[in-house]
């Protein structure tokens, strides 16, 4: 296991000093810093507060993908090649099949282990499944945290399958979709719109047959799309992950997908909607948490609807006025 993944799941009882030697470049403190906002602890409000101002300079990357298409792989060399740029990277590799973090990732912690004793590389693994609100809840919450503690870019990589690829979209200021051929590649780029929200698109494992053919049938199928003038068009790359190939053309294009952005302000406002859900999915937990707190008087009120004495509308309304969300019954 390598350091840079340690859970650093115990309590913290300081969170101000966790905080400081965070910001000091403490991995353990860092790791400390986001078990606490995953596992939403007393300390994790009071943590995102102070650490709020301090972030926004990262440059956050989501990879996805089909299982098996070479994620992994790619965000290893990727971070060896940010590296050599002088860059701090931190990846967040999330795992939607397992309640603990381990398991399907401990392969990947083997392929990250040529920068675990890298100071100015942080990986973690986190679990998705078992979150509240899934994957939306917890991973902003810990962007922040890497974000904040001064990593240049933050990665994060998830499975392609379900709600996560949309989620990503969320988080990230670029979307890197990597495909590989022979995994039928319309199929793969159709299935739930990957190719809608990709800005920029891998095809990996060039170093196999139909690797071109993948790369002409993506790049028809990007262009067959309106793109607004000014604005960015999807590039369609070949790489190979395990020879290297093609590897600086997609941190060059992931760069690019940037700085464009920033200028066109389309930056801007993806952090805006970002920052929006991220808001409305506090304030639901918050809400949801005061009816759970509430549960005798819902279940008072539940007795009285069954029992035809209280219309549910009513009883909604009487609900809300308990838990101080409405002033009076209407
Ligand atoms: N031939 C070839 N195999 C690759 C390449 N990139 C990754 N692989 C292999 O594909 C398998 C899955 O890679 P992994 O990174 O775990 O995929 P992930 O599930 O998307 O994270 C591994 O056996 C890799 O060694 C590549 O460029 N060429
Ligand atoms: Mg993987």
Redesign the pocket.
């Known amino acids: 296991m390598t350091s840079s993944a340690a859970s650093g799941s115990s309590r913290i009882t300081d969170p101000e000093e966790t905080v400081a030697r965070a910001l000091q470049g403490d991995r353990r403190s860092q790791a400390r810093l986001i078990s606490a906002v995953e596992e939403r602890s007393e300390a994790a409000e009071a943590i995102g507060r102070r650490l709020a101002p301090l972030a926004g300079s990262a440059h956050i990357v989501g990879i996805t993908?089909?299982?098996?298409?070479?994620?992994?792989?790619?965000t290893s060399a990727l971070v060896g090649l940010w590296r050599k740029q002088g860059l701090r990277v931190a990846v967040v590799a999330i795992d939607p099949s397992s309640p603990f973090t381990g398991g399907a990732l401990l392969?990947?912690r083997v392929?990250m282990t040529e920068h675990s004793t890298d100071r100015d590389v942080f990986i973690r693994s986190m679990a998705a499944r078992g979150q509240l609100g899934g994957l939306s809840a917890a991973t902003p919450g810990a962007i922040r945290v890497l974000d904040a503690c001064g990593f240049d870019v933050v990665v994060v990589?998830t499975?392609g399958v379900g709600q996560n690829e949309v989620d990503v979209v969320r988080f990230a200021d670029t979307v890197l979709i990597?495909m590989a051929p022979g995994m039928g590649d319309r199929i793969q780029a159709n299935k739930a719109g990957l190719l809608e929200i990709g800005d920029v698109i891998a095809v990996?494992?060039?170093?196999?047959p139909g690797a071109s053919a993948a790369r002409r049938e993506l790049r028809a199928m990007i262009s067959a799309k309106p793109v607004a003038p000014g604005d960015w068009r999807p590039p369609v790359l070949g790489?190979?992950?395990?020879?290297g190939k093609g590897l600086s053309e997609l941190v060059d294009a992931i760069a690019e997908h940037y700085t464009a952005t920033a200028a066109s302000g389309q930056l801007a406002s993806r952090r805006a909607a970002r920052a929006a859900a991220e808001v409305s999915s506090l304030a639901e937990e918050a809400f949801m948490g005061r009816i759970d707190a509430n549960s005798e008087k819902l279940k008072e009120l539940a007795t009285r609807v069954t029992g035809g004495e209280l219309d549910p509308y009513t009883a909604a309304h009487t609900l809300l006025t308990e838990i101080g969300l409405e002033r009076e019954m209407r």
């Open positions: 993908g089909a299982p098996g298409v070479g994620k992994s792989t790619t392969g990947d392929r990589e499975v990597l990996n494992k060039s170093d196999r790489i190979s992950a395990t020879d």
